[in-house]
């Protein structure tokens, strides 16, 4: 089992950057795909980035390309979403989850953190 708990969300001005990491508890860390994920107000949860068991391979929403970053750190137990560029748009919690298998559907993460809100001034 993992436990996944965000940090580093907060205000920002357009155009500004934020890092937001997440700390995940248990052994079988390495084992899992992490991905982000976020959730507008009355909006569905929707795909931001996620990355492979040994960083190597990462998938982003079109929303993101360019402007977004995922690592990870295996002997950290730590995943990190550098966000570049911002927009008001990507006013959101932000989630972090683990899955066995990479998918951009949050029903295939099986572990979830409790989210952190970011958001972007216009």
């Known amino acids: 089992q993992v436990q996944l708990v965000e940090s580093g969300g907060g205000l920002v001005q357009a155009g500004g950057s934020l890092r937001l990491s997440c700390g995940a508890s248990?052994?079988?860390?390495?084992?899992?795909?992490l991905g982000w994920f976020r959730q507008a107000p009355g909006k569905e949860r929707e795909f931001v980035a996620a990355i492979s068991r040994s960083g190597a391979s990462t998938f982003y929403a079109d929303s993101a390309k360019g402007r977004f970053t995922i690592s990870r750190d295996n002997a950290k137990n730590t995943v990190g979403l550098q966000m570049n560029s911002l927009k008001p748009e990507d006013t959101a919690v932000y989630y972090c989850?683990?899955?066995?298998?990479?998918?951009?559907?949050?029903?295939?993460?099986?572990?979830w953190g409790q989210g952190t809100q970011a958001t972007v001034s216009s």
């Open positions: 989850a683990a899955a066995v298998t990479p998918s951009t559907s949050p029903f295939a993460y099986e572990y």
């Open positions: 248990g052994r079988t860390f390495g084992n899992y795909v």
